[in-house]
């Protein structure tokens, strides 16, 4: 399913106007600087927990040493933060079925 599925299926769920469905998915799934409801508070460093469905975080990565594959050199790789999603257990009963 891509976004504009997705929206269509908001909107015929929920009787929303395509436009409005569209609207919502942006605010809260958009990835852009200040905008995502999800990825705003994974900014701040908070996580968004929706229970049964699953978690959204961040996790940082700390600093390693690794090896450039071209020059062989020894190289150390900063410390790094990304988004993790946990599936919640609802979820994952639901979808290993």
Do not use: C, H, W
Not at 1 to 8: A, H, P
Not at 57 to 67: F, H, M, N, P, Y
Not at 72 to 97: D, H, M, N, Q
């Amino acid at each position: 399913m891509n976004k504009t599925e997705l929206i269509s299926k908001l909107a015929g769920k929920t009787g929303l106007s395509k436009a409005d469905a569209g609207k919502t998915v942006n605010a809260i799934f958009d990835a852009a600087p200040g905008e995502g409801i999800i990825a705003v508070e994974l900014d701040a460093g908070r996580k968004i927990t929706l229970p049964g469905f699953g978690t959204f975080k961040t996790v940082k990565r700390k600093e390693r040493q690794g090896i450039n594959p071209k020059t062989k050199e020894a190289i150390t790789i900063p410390e790094k933060s990304y988004p993790v999603f946990k599936a919640g257990k609802t979820l994952r009963e639901r979808v290993s079925k």
